[in-house]
Every structure is written in C-alpha cells, then in structure tokens.
C-alpha cells in the first residue's frame, strides 16, 4: 500500500476512472510509462522513479478474470527483470507465431465447470464388503 500523498498524486495522473480500477483490481495506484501492448491486448507499464525496487514494471491485463498464462514470454521475462529491453525493441524476445500453436489463448480451467477431471478406467483392487444380514423376525 502506498502513502495517502502519492495515492493523491497518482490520482491526479491516471484519472479517476483508472484510479477505481486499480484499487478494485490490485489495491494500489500506480502511474508510469507505457511500454508496450501485447498481442491479448495486455498493457505494460514502467516507473522507475517513483516506485519501489523490483516494483517497477506491471502489466494492466485486459480482461477483469486475468490469467498469468495471458502475458507473452517475452513480456514475462521483461516484467521478472530477465532483460532490461522490452520485446519491441529485443528481436530476441519477440513473439513469432510457429505452426504447431493454437490460434487463441486457452485459459487456465482450473476450479471452473469446464476443468479436466480425469477418471480412472482400471477395476478397483480392493472391493468394497456388503454386509449380508438376515432380516429380523
């Protein structure tokens, strides 16, 4: 959490519209440079000045129900401080499209309807005892 001067300075940068979504989304107020837009549509932001070390960089997702998976490799190795230049300007880190990869991004299924739920297709090696009782008279 940030002091009560900087959260007031923040606001007075971003606007008061990104403002209440950064405190609904991450609980802070951060203002800095764009970098770059990825190709989810995913805003990367960096302030080194006024932030705290290895807090310099985030990502502003584009989607309210984020995924980590949704952020690019080279973007993830620019936000974990890996490399100093962002994938616009290291050829390296750009993303190129190969020809096994899905056309869209498949999100994280875990804890949702559509999850894998994996179903065992052995017989059981220990089988249950059903009691047989006679019927009281």
Sequence with gaps: MSTPLRTLRNLARIGPKQYIKQMLAIGDTKAGTLVGVDRFGNKFY??????????????????????????????????????????????????????????????????????????STVLPKIQQWEPVAKSRE
């Excluded at 984020?66 to 080279?74: H, L, M």
């Excluded at 300007?89 to 991004?105: F, G, S, Y």
């Design 46 to 119: 960096e302030n080194k000045a006024e932030e705290l070390p290895l807090r310099t960089k985030w990502v502003d997702y584009k989607e309210w129900n984020y995924d980590a998976a949704q952020v690019e490799p080279g973007w993830h190795a620019w936000l974990h401080h890996l490399t100093d230049k962002p994938p616009g300007e290291d050829p390296h880190l750009m993303h190129v499209k190969k020809p096994w990869e899905k056309p869209d991004h498949i999100p994280n299924l875990t804890f949702t309807r559509s999850a894998n739920k994996p179903y």
